[in-house]
């Protein structure tokens, strides 16, 4: 069992198997009774429309997905029901989450686990493709779920590379997995971060103790207008997911994943590719309700 060192509290010793740092908290029972819940979603309130799954080579991958939709982000946990819908509840997926979640929702958080959730750290990225499952990761994280309306058709991973040189390392397919539609669950008008931070420096403490990386302006339920990564109720939109073709780099292992300008070259075939994709999704999907 993995653990992350000077990252503890008595609260997480109490329940180590919940807290993200280990494999074993994934519960394929807790999955199957969440499933009924998820059906509901996926063809009553989203229509999912779903493609690319043929795309799924049969070994663990690494899916990399673009963030849209804010905290409820709901084509990530549309995009994790057609996974267990497709590939069943045993062939293992691990999905690396933030760690302010523990501290924001300790309940949402090992419900979370039991799914397959695990610390956005990269030891447990790698002990779970080591385990031989295969991992979801989000590299844009906030600012990619909070990117403004006008770029919801972008992809965006604010610059951050780890995944690229956990795929090499591992020596892993990447599999794109693309989205139309959740990023309009709520209208993100802008961002206000610096300007809070510049309050937080004078003195004014995070909520909970959180420094949120972002501050958006939203349009959304129940709320209206709202400020701050505030938990929402997504508008019942038409979403379009899709699974697209494995990425193969031509070069793998440690030596690959410390060339910095080969890192930089997967980084921006893999963005290349995605953002191909994702102009093509947009142009066909049709997300209103009717």
């Given at each position: 069992?993995?653990?992350?060192?000077?990252?503890?509290?008595?609260?997480?010793?109490?329940?180590?198997?919940?807290?993200?740092?280990?494999?074993?908290?994934?519960?394929?029972?807790?999955?199957?009774?969440?499933?009924?819940?998820?059906?509901?979603?996926?063809?009553?309130?989203?229509?999912?429309q779903?493609?690319?799954?043929?795309?799924?080579?049969?070994?663990?991958?690494?899916?990399?997905?673009?963030?849209?939709?804010?905290?409820?982000?709901?084509?990530?946990?549309?995009?994790?029901?057609?996974?267990?819908?497709?590939?069943?509840?045993?062939?293992?997926?691990?999905?690396?989450?933030?760690?302010?979640?523990?501290?924001?929702?300790?309940?949402?958080?090992?419900?979370?686990?039991?799914v397959?959730?695990?610390?956005a750290?990269?030891?447990?990225?790698?002990?779970?493709?080591?385990?031989?499952?295969?991992?979801?990761?989000?590299?844009?994280?906030?600012?990619?779920?909070?990117?403004?309306?006008?770029?919801?058709?972008?992809?965006?991973?604010?610059?951050?590379?780890?995944?690229?040189?956990?795929?090499l390392?591992?020596?892993?397919?990447?599999?794109?997995?693309?989205?139309?539609?959740?990023?309009?669950?709520?209208?993100?008008?802008?961002?206000?971060?610096?300007?809070?931070?510049?309050?937080?420096?004078?003195?004014?403490?995070?909520?909970?103790?959180?420094?949120?990386?972002?501050?958006?302006?939203?349009?959304?339920?129940?709320?209206?207008?709202?400020?701050?990564?505030?938990?929402?109720?997504?508008?019942?939109?038409?979403?379009?997911?899709r699974?697209?073709?494995?990425?193969?780099?031509?070069?793998?292992?440690?030596?690959?994943?410390?060339?910095?300008?080969?890192?930089?070259?997967?980084?921006?075939?893999?963005?290349?590719?995605?953002?191909?994709?994702?102009?093509?999704?947009?142009?066909?999907?049709?997300?209103?309700?009717?």
């Amino acid at each position: 069992m993995l653990r992350a060192p000077n990252d503890r509290s008595p609260f997480f010793e109490s329940n180590p198997a919940l807290d993200g740092w280990s494999l074993g908290g994934r519960d394929p029972e807790t999955i199957k009774q969440l499933m009924p819940f998820w059906e509901w979603f996926y063809k009553y309130y989203f229509r999912v429309q779903t493609s690319g799954w043929e795309n799924l080579p049969p070994e663990q991958v690494l899916l990399v997905g673009s963030h849209n939709g804010g905290l409820s982000s709901p084509d990530m946990v549309m995009m994790i029901y057609d996974w267990f819908r497709h590939q069943g509840l045993h062939r293992p997926v691990y999905g690396l989450m933030h760690p302010t979640v523990w501290k924001m929702s300790r309940p949402m958080a090992e419900l979370a686990v039991k799914v397959g959730a695990v610390q956005a750290h990269p030891k447990m990225a790698i002990a779970a493709l080591q385990s031989g499952a295969s991992v979801l990761v989000y590299p844009g994280g906030a600012q990619d779920v909070f990117r403004p309306f006008n770029q919801r058709h972008q992809i965006y991973f604010a610059g951050r590379k780890g995944f690229i040189k956990l795929a090499l390392r591992q020596q892993v397919p990447i599999v794109p997995a693309i989205a139309v539609g959740s990023h309009e669950t709520l209208l993100v008008m802008g961002d206000c971060y610096d300007q809070v931070k510049y309050l937080h420096d004078l003195g004014m403490p995070w909520l909970l103790d959180v420094d949120p990386v972002v501050f958006p302006i939203y349009l959304g339920l129940p709320w209206g207008l709202a400020l701050g990564p505030l938990p929402h109720v997504p508008f019942p939109l038409t979403m379009h997911t899709r699974i697209c073709p494995p990425i193969y780099f031509e070069r793998y292992g440690n030596d690959a994943a410390k060339d910095k300008d080969y890192v930089d070259q997967c980084y921006q075939l893999v963005k290349t590719q995605m953002q191909r994709e994702l102009d093509s999704l947009a142009e066909t999907a049709n997300i209103l309700p009717w």
